[in-house]
């Protein structure tokens, strides 16, 4: 829902509703750039499992996902992600985040929405493909990668807030519409310290779950279901 020049981001105050920004070309090696950036700044590392139900196309979400990458590189936090949906063990022990992109408009409990999820709960993303598509129709890959930003930084906080400014806001003017177009809308130091803490807090909880059960992580190890 629009008025004259702002657009609804929120909706259920128990739920987290978002819109959120892509610019093109060097999809892959921007990804990398970005994951190396993190890295060397002692970045911390999240993985998001993406199911696309909507059937995009590959290189709109390719670029979605490069520029959410870059983004939250510059928040010294590394994307890793993963297709389809995680097994069972992985989604008990491991609490990724797992992001839908269905096609439809909207529910009607999330009428407004471009997308939701329970940030309390800690793990599902859905996104509204068409109102995505909608708020910004000549820049889809753009718009899909600041609600990536927008709704897994809710999960990585694990609270019910928004921010007055920047990335996190409830409510996008124009204005910040333009700054998603040059690459100027940023998150707000408020939201850089709770990812911080937030991602403390779930390394401390991941690792203290290893310890209980004698298992020591690698880093990209597999397991069979």
């Known amino acids: 829902i629009q008025d ?104 009607p409990e999330h009428s407004a929405a471009l997308a939701f999820a329970q940030a309390y709960e800690g793990v599902h993303i859905t996104i509204l493909y068409e109102r995505v598509r909608a708020f ?16 897994i930084t809710h999960m990585l906080e694990g609270v019910s807030r928004h921010s007055e400014t920047g990335i996190m806001k409830a409510n996008w003017s124009m204005a910040d519409r333009y700054a998603m177009r040059k690459g100027q809308l940023f998150f707000s130091s408020e939201d850089l310290d709770l990812i911080h803490l937030s991602l403390a807090s779930r390394a401390a909880r991941s690792a203290a779950g290893n310890k209980k059960i004698g298992r020591i992580p690698l880093p990209g190890s597999a397991r069979d279901a």
């Open 136 to 151: 910004a129709p000549d820049r889809p890959e753009m718009t899909l990668a600041y609600v990536l930003v927008h709704e």
């Open 4 to 107: 004259s020049n702002r657009i609804r981001l929120s909706g259920a105050p128990s739920l987290f509703h978002s819109l959120v920004a892509w610019d093109g070309g060097g999809d892959l090696r921007i990804t990398a750039l970005a994951a190396m950036t993190a890295l060397s700044l002692g970045a911390q590392t999240i993985t998001v499992y993406v199911r696309d139900d909507a059937r995009l196309a590959a290189a709109e979400l390719c670029q979605a996902k490069s520029k959410a990458a870059r983004i939250f590189a510059s928040a010294q936090v590394r994307v890793i992600w993963v297709n389809g949906e995680p097994k069972t063990w992985i989604l008990d022990e491991q609490r990724p985040i797992v992001v839908r992109i269905l096609s439809g408009m909207a529910t």
